[in-house]
């Protein structure tokens, strides 16, 4: 693959203003995706520094196909865009390419993942937390924050222009210590090989009977939770990796309609690539937080609690969390926006005490803890 590579280094994510993105359809669907990627990398790499290309895929009971439209994202900008549609209509190993420009949407840059490291470890997590809310907030609100050692520290941070304004904490003193802040995600902006978008188009397997569905997405989570072990207690109470999570801001790209095809993986963090990958088979650990789409309402969360274990392609969970955790590496972050088809269908559930209506689309926050 194109510039297969390109791994994201401190603060070298490009603004929002450098970036120009474009749709491009016209090539071959029955074409293998590297041999596209590579056609359109080489294609369009006169208009400038290709950043991230992805094309969205189809899947059937046999095959997987291109979906008819994909999207560049180029260095340079709106000056990128405009040399890129000069090449609408030119002659791509044997096809012509249709470019149009694909501009992002008006609050892109409004949202932002950080890593924070310097603190001082000593101090207990709810005064690094407070100390940190305080210190972002002139450039925007933390909505939570992701202890994954003491060390280090992860933010999801919501305000105006933030994703462009908030490297200016970095070197900035928190209670007497010198503070490393960088960006290690622009939701806004793929970074090569950590976001992809999965079409399921074709027919799906008929859902369950509602009778013998899941009424949570563990079988038995809440029997578990209401009887921890002794050694699930202490493992808890002794661990370092802790979650604050604050009250979520609901975007206008949280609120957009999605598409009914589609179940969208989008990846906030890409984890240790050389470390442990999810995959079919593999008993995995993570938290989530699952929320009804139309609304943001949060119906279940591991968050504060112990995290949850299933073993991945068995049917065990709904099939959106099936899907969308295969391939995440340990230390990953996904958000999952997942359709009627892929969640609790057109009966809907009782999950964790909340009614989800029939026909309701789901979003689920989710971040790979281990694979055994």
Same mark, same amino acid.
């Not at 074409?31 to 369009?44: C, K, Q, R, S």
């Not at 993986?265 to 890409?270: A, T």
């Given at each position: 693959?194109?510039? @297969?590579?390109?791994?994201?280094?401190?603060?070298?994510?490009?603004?929002? @203003?450098?970036?120009?993105?474009?749709?491009?359809?016209?090539?071959?669907?029955?074409?293998?995706?590297?041999?596209? $990627?590579?056609?359109?990398?080489?294609?369009?790499?006169?208009?400038?520094?290709?950043?991230?290309?992805?094309?969205?895929?189809?899947?059937?009971?046999?095959?997987?196909?291109?979906?008819?439209?994909?999207?560049?994202?180029?260095?340079?900008?709106?000056?990128?865009?405009?040399?890129?549609?000069?090449?609408?209509?030119?002659?791509?190993?044997?096809?012509?390419?249709?470019?149009? &420009?694909?501009?992002?949407?008006?609050?892109?840059?409004?949202?932002?993942?950080?890593?924070?490291?310097?603190?001082?470890?000593?101090?207990?997590?709810?005064?690094?937390?407070?100390?940190?809310?305080?210190?972002?907030?002139?450039?925007?609100?933390?909505?939570?924050?992701?202890?994954?050692?003491?060390?280090?520290?992860?933010?999801?941070?919501?305000?105006?222009?933030?994703?462009?304004?908030?490297?200016?904490?970095?070197?900035?003193?928190?209670?007497?210590?010198?503070?490393?802040?960088?960006?290690?995600?622009?939701?806004?902006?793929?970074?090569?090989?950590?976001?992809?978008?999965? =079409?399921?188009?074709?027919?799906?397997?008929?859902?369950?009977?509602?009778? &013998?569905?899941?009424?949570?997405?563990?079988?038995?989570?809440?029997?578990?939770?209401?009887?921890?072990?002794?050694?699930?207690?202490?493992?808890?109470?002794? @661990?370092?990796? &802790?979650?604050?999570? $604050?009250?979520?801001? @609901?975007?206008?790209?949280?609120?957009?309609?999605?598409?009914?095809?589609?179940?969208?993986?989008?990846?906030?963090?890409?984890? =240790?690539? =050389?470390?442990?990958?999810?995959?079919?088979?593999?008993?995995?650990?993570?938290?989530?937080?699952?929320?009804?789409?139309?609304?943001?309402?949060?119906?279940?969360?591991?968050?504060?609690?112990?995290? $949850?274990?299933?073993?991945?392609?068995?049917?065990?969970?709904?099939?959106?969390?099936?899907?969308?955790?295969?391939?995440? $590496?340990?230390?990953?972050?996904?958000?999952?926006?997942?359709?009627?088809?892929?969640?609790?269908?057109?009966?809907?559930?009782?999950? &964790?005490?909340?009614?989800?209506?029939?026909?309701?689309?789901?979003?689920?926050?989710?971040?790979?803890? =281990?694979?055994?």
């Amino acid at each position: 693959m194109y510039s @297969s590579t390109m791994v994201p280094k401190r603060n070298n994510i490009p603004k929002l @203003s450098d970036v120009g993105r474009i749709k491009v359809t016209g090539y071959d669907t029955g074409l293998p995706l590297d041999d596209v $990627y590579t056609a359109l990398a080489e294609h369009f790499s006169s208009c400038g520094e290709i950043w991230e290309i992805y094309v969205p895929l189809k899947f059937d009971e046999t095959k997987t196909i291109l979906n008819s439209h994909g999207v560049i994202c180029l260095l340079g900008g709106q000056d990128a865009v405009e040399k890129a549609l000069q090449l609408t209509g030119s002659n791509v190993g044997g096809w012509n390419v249709s470019v149009e &420009a694909y501009p992002y949407p008006a609050n892109a840059n409004d949202r932002v993942v950080v890593i924070v490291e310097g603190y001082d470890t000593s101090l207990r997590k709810s005064l690094i937390s407070r100390a940190l809310v305080k210190l972002f907030s002139p450039y925007g609100t933390i909505t939570r924050l992701s202890f994954f050692k003491k060390s280090s520290v992860t933010a999801i941070v919501h305000g105006k222009d933030v994703a462009d304004t908030v490297t200016q904490l970095n070197g900035s003193y928190m209670r007497g210590r010198k503070l490393a802040v960088w960006v290690t995600a622009k939701p806004e902006i793929p970074i090569r090989l950590i976001r992809r978008r999965v =079409n399921f188009s074709k027919p799906i397997p008929p859902l369950q009977d509602p009778s &013998a569905m899941d009424a949570a997405i563990p079988k038995s989570r809440s029997e578990s939770s209401m009887a921890p072990s002794e050694s699930a207690k202490k493992k808890e109470k002794t @661990s370092e990796e &802790a979650t604050v999570e $604050y009250k979520a801001i @609901s975007t206008s790209v949280e609120k957009q309609t999605p598409d009914p095809d589609e179940l969208n993986v989008d990846d906030l963090c890409m984890g =240790n690539p =050389n470390g442990k990958k999810a995959g079919p088979g593999k008993r995995v650990t993570v938290h989530y937080t699952g929320k009804l789409h139309e609304n943001g309402k949060i119906f279940d969360s591991t968050v504060g609690k112990s995290p $949850y274990k299933f073993r991945l392609g068995v049917g065990k969970v709904i099939k959106g969390l099936d899907v969308g955790v295969n391939g995440m $590496y340990v230390g990953g972050k996904r958000k999952l926006t997942i359709p009627p088809a892929f969640g609790y269908g057109r009966y809907g559930a009782e999950v &964790a005490g909340t009614k989800i209506p029939p026909d309701a689309w789901l979003v689920f926050d989710v971040e790979l803890l =281990n694979v055994r």
